[in-house]
Each structure stands twice: as C-alpha cells, then as structure tokens.
C-alpha cells in the first residue's frame, strides 16, 4: 500500500526559506494530482498548492502565490514544495497528499485519498 512520508520542516526566521518533500513508498504509484495542505493549531486544514502529475500544473492559494513552488519528480514519486519568504503566519503542520480524480476540486481536503503523516514548519518573527 502506498505511504506518503513528508520531510524538511523546521524553524526558520521569517523572510527565510525551506524545502518540504514528499515521497510516495510501498506500491505502484499513480495519482491524478499532489497537493499540500497546512493546519495551524485551532484552525481548519487549509489548501496551500496542488500540481498535476502527469502534466505539471500546479494551483496555489492566493496567500502563498510568489513564494512558494511546488513541483515533482515523476521518476522518484516525489512533490517538493519551496517556501520562500517565510512569514510567522505561514507556521504551521503541512501535508501532502494524494488527489486520484480529474473531477475532484484540487483545492479541498475531501478530494485527497492518501495524507502524510504532517511536519512542521515553524516561522519565527
């Protein structure tokens, strides 16, 4: 069965940078789409950026567009997010995970069938 397994969170000053990574593990890997979600204590898990994986395409939130990228490696089965610019507000666990339906909105939790099990990212000010 397929695993997610998330790695490169950490503490970092704000206006700093880091690079999340998410590889897939355990099976045959097929997937419509990767995204990456973030919850932040007493919040809702909330969308960050998505890409399609056989072409590419990626989708950001309003909040993280021209600071974050997010790409992959098709022949490691691996999604990458690059933070750049970090803010305090950017704090917090983030997930990848799995979306395996062109019809299912790339921008809500419900769409994603396989998660991560989270790291964190912690910005300080």
């Known amino acids: 069965q397929v695993q997610l397994v998330e790695a490169g969170g950490g503490l970092v000053q704000a206006g700093g940078s880091l690079r999340l990574s998410c590889a897939a593990s355990g099976g045959t890997f097929k997937t419509y789409a990767m995204g990456w979600f973030r919850q932040a204590p007493g919040k809702e898990r909330e969308f960050v950026a998505a890409i399609k994986w056989s072409v590419g395409s990626t989708y950001y939130a309003d909040s993280v567009k021209g600071r974050f990228t997010i790409s992959r490696d098709n022949a490691k089965n691996t999604v990458y997010l690059q933070m750049n610019s970090l803010k305090p507000e950017d704090t917090a666990v983030y997930y990848c995970?799995?979306?395996?339906?062109?019809?299912?909105?790339?921008?809500?939790?419900?769409?994603?069938?396989?998660w991560g099990q989270g790291t964190q990212v912690t910005v300080s000010s």
């Open positions: 995970a799995t979306n395996p339906s062109l019809w299912s909105p790339l921008s809500v939790p419900s769409s994603y069938d396989r």
